[in-house]
């Protein structure tokens, strides 16, 4: 069975028209090829349509930081993958909603890198560069859709994926990896015996890895079969996306949306009463906290 | 007046709990807790892993006023597992942005003039070092549902940050917290994203000895944090401290409050890899040796002073836009 771990570059053209993607082309720009190459970004078409496309190749080091290797993301590829990002939101800056391109995620990604550098500069800002501008392209009219192919892990996925309109994963059987940390690791660090933990895991998706655990949480919008349909299911979820955003229902698509998916598939119902009793209290509150209609905001 | 909230006021912040600072960041009298302990809605996860759970699920969350804004302040509690962000905190921490927005906008759709009606202001202290482990599939997700309220707030409610925890700030809330508007550090404050420890484990002692508490504060530290500009303001670790900055933060125009953002827009990119080409190739070792490219010369004073001699007397990181060297 084909397996796309540690190879997201090839799997762009299972998902764009095969043959269509231009790399380090962007939103008109072209980005220099020798920066930061792992992050792998550029335009493609898909049934024609322009897209943004972009994808992590875990092949590739970065000889600039070498804590950039196995597809770790460093600072300089979440940068890269931001300004990506804001290039596909200035090209289309002018058109009307239902113009606004595509941008396709294709994940693979292990996590961020961990190292002294990356401390000191703080990685953290290019993680949250790339996730705000995601988010911001979202809110423009862009439809994100993000195709999990190997690897979506903790903060890796959090900023290439989590701010996606929709996430579609390829199923276990593929090798695809969705979580935070191992159940091993979870043990360890937790010093819950492991044993327990599998248990547990059994009944209650909101610990232990695999795809179909994130798709019971809402983490994941739908589970792909098979490789041939990928292309069609992601075009299906943009036009999808632009219906409902021509609608204005922003909070159909996206986290929001996610969160309310694990309401309704079962998975997230600490959630569901979190929000529910979070209304209530806030509304009981409002007028001590603001005021009254006629006297307003008085401190 | 409020005896308590007189007496919080001169303590240590990074000494008080949670509720204590949710408390003493707002204007006497005027915090009101929202899914509070008294409702006791706990982690339903914790019990069968033998872990007990809290009332507050490791976040106080409460609407009050800070200054003359009216706030929605959260406050997470890094003695409740590490301040791990869970299914419930996640929620509250998503909810309480969402319901700062719902309550400007209850605020403008009164017809009083946009001055008289004040401005509603989020106010976070960051006590944690990201996704709790034993619900971290919820907790990842929550992170994300943060970021997205986040960027629905951006010119509408200003975010502004606290860390001067015992923990600090790390894992996926370091970068939540490097998405506000404005971050306020005290010397006690550590930001970052891979904790020192994580960093001694993967990669090894010599590329991190996490043991030594003075690299430690210097990679992520407050005083850093203020030097390469991620941090807008250092303050004594007092409670007093970080209630004036914040309610001084919460009374500026909201234009004034984005333009210290250092993530965000496009140009804010373009500006950050900047400061990451000082760092390719192995080009610096310690945070001192940027600090010494920003133009300080005398390290060890600047780290020895007190926070207002080493706020006066920084370079800073000159970020390169105007009006951003004040």
Redesign the interface.
Known sequence: MINFVGRGRDAIDYIVDEGSFEENLCGGETLDPEWAESAVVGSATLSGETVTVIANDAGIANPRFRMVYAGLMGLEEGFKMAHAVYLTIKADKDKPLAEKRPIILVVDTPGMSPGKVEEIIGIYKSTGAYQLASAEARRAGHPIVAMVVGRAISGGFLCHGLQADRILALSDEFGTMVHVMPLVGIARVTKINIMLLEELSEGNPVFASGVSHFYNLGGVDEIIESVADMRPRVKAQIDEIRRLKAAGEYDKVGPWSRLMSGIKRGGRKTSEKVIELMEEEFNLALSSWLGGEDDGFTP | MDDRWNLLQNQPFSRLNARERAYAIC?PESF?E??GPR?K?T???LP????TPQFDDGVV?G???V????AVVVSQESKFLGGGVG??H???M???IR?AL??QE??ES?S?SSE???RVAVVISFDTGG?R?????????A???V??????A?GKVPIIGIVGGTVGCF??M??????VDVLIMSDVGR????GPG??EE??GTE??DAANRALVWR??GGR??FI?R?ADFIVEDTMKAFREKVAEVASWPIEKIASKR?????E???E??R??D?????R????WD?WRQFGNEDIEYLWDSNVSEFEANARRWPRGRVGDND
Request: glycine share 12%; net charge neutral; aromatic share 2%.
């Open positions: 204007n009101t929202l899914l409702l809605l982690s339903p996860h069968p892993m033998g872990q969350v609407l009050g006023t200054g003359k804004a009216p299914e419930a996640g929620t509250k998503v909810m309480a319901l719902r309550g209850i605020l009164r009083k008289s009606r004040g996704v482990l034993q619900e971290a599939n919820a907790g990842l997700l992170h994300s549902e970021m997205d309220a986040f960027q629905a951006r894992g996926g370091g970068f939540v917290a490097a998405s930001l970052g994203l891979t994580v960093i993967v990669v590329e991190f990679t992520t850093h944090r390469t991620d250092i993530i965000g827009t496009g804010m990119v373009l950050q890899m400061l990451v000082l760092a390719a190739n192995d610096i070792q310690d945070s940027l």
